[in-house]
């Protein structure tokens, strides 16, 4: 029996401007390791060190860090929601948007308020693949500073890559936080057995309307739709 090979599956990612590109794209985790990673022995002579764990080994070809693409600074306060300021307009919508925990997941966190990050980028994959979002952990000093709020995303009919996360009311009163451009802040991981490329590049606005505009769901009750949609698909297809 011959069993045919699936083809290789392309994730594409895509930019407004040539300079987040340039600049802070998403890449393989295997190409944007954690500083401390390189340098770290695999065996301290009395003991092994992370270097032989397969669970983080097998991460690195198999995950996309995404980095912020611009500067944040962060005020937070104990009362109303935090200000967030950015010199960064991505196209079509504010920098980033707090909704309030109180009535989104009443009881969940109430020490925490919520940060969206609205991201520029926008991928594509011509098959829904299910895609895991998880804070990126290993690349971060403090962990515990800005938490990501974990997801499953699919980029076959939706696109966008925003970055939702939340933060402790308590976590800026006096100073505010800075969250440098290029921080990796996400790691994504196709939850698929197949072998994938990872392609990065501008979007024009010819390729917007051919793969993006008519999943655009930013003016039609948004996940609602999505979901409606996406529900009418599944069923055609079974």
Request: charged share 20%.
């Given at each position: 029996?011959?069993?045919?090979?699936?083809k290789?599956?392309?994730?594409?990612?895509?930019?407004?401007?040539?300079?987040?590109?340039d600049?802070?794209?998403?890449?393989l985790?295997?190409d944007?390791l954690?500083?401390?990673y390189?340098?770290?022995?695999?065996?301290?002579?009395?003991g092994?060190?992370?270097?032989?764990?397969?669970?983080?080994?097998?991460?690195?070809p198999?995950t996309?860090?995404?980095?912020?693409?611009?500067?944040?600074?962060?005020?937070?306060s104990?009362?109303?929601q935090?200000e967030?300021r950015?010199?960064?307009?991505?196209p079509?919508?504010?920098?980033?948007?707090?909704?309030s925990?109180?009535?989104q997941?009443?009881?969940?966190w109430?020490?925490?308020?919520?940060?969206?990050?609205?991201?520029p980028?926008m991928?594509?994959?011509?098959?829904?693949v299910?895609c895991?979002?998880?804070?990126?952990?290993?690349?971060?000093?403090?962990?515990?500073?800005?938490?990501?709020?974990p997801?499953i995303?699919e980029?076959r009919?939706?696109h966008?890559?925003?970055?939702n996360?939340?933060?402790?009311k308590?976590?800026?009163?006096?100073?505010?936080?800075?969250?440098?451009?290029?921080?990796?802040?996400?790691?994504?991981?196709?939850?698929?057995?197949?072998?994938?490329?990872?392609k990065?590049?501008?979007?024009?606005?010819?390729?917007?309307?051919?793969?993006?505009?008519?999943?655009?769901?930013a003016?039609?009750?948004g996940?609602?739709?999505?979901?409606?949609?996406?529900?009418i698909?599944n069923?055609?297809?079974?």
């Amino acid at each position: 029996m011959f069993f045919k090979k699936k083809k290789k599956l392309t994730f594409h990612a895509y930019a407004p401007i040539g300079q987040l590109v340039d600049l802070f794209p998403p890449v393989l985790m295997e190409d944007n390791l954690p500083n401390w990673y390189k340098p770290l022995p695999a065996d301290l002579g009395y003991g092994l060190t992370v270097k032989h764990c397969s669970g983080l080994k097998d991460l690195f070809p198999k995950t996309i860090v995404m980095p912020l693409w611009a500067d944040f600074e962060i005020k937070t306060s104990l009362m109303n929601q935090p200000e967030v300021r950015t010199s960064f307009s991505p196209p079509g919508g504010p920098p980033s948007v707090s909704h309030s925990l109180d009535s989104q997941v009443t009881g969940a966190w109430p020490a925490y308020s919520n940060i969206k990050f609205s991201s520029p980028w926008m991928f594509w994959c011509d098959e829904p693949v299910p895609c895991l979002v998880t804070q990126a952990v290993w690349h971060q000093k403090d962990p515990s500073e800005l938490q990501v709020v974990p997801g499953i995303l699919e980029f076959r009919h939706q696109h966008q890559t925003n970055i939702n996360t939340i933060i402790r009311k308590d976590a800026a009163l006096e100073d505010p936080m800075m969250i440098r451009a290029g921080t990796p802040m996400i790691y994504i991981t196709p939850l698929t057995e197949r072998e994938w490329d990872l392609k990065v590049d501008v979007w024009s606005p010819n390729l917007f309307a051919k793969l993006f505009a008519r999943w655009d769901f930013a003016n039609t009750n948004g996940s609602l739709q999505y979901q409606r949609v996406r529900s009418i698909i599944n069923r055609k297809q079974t």
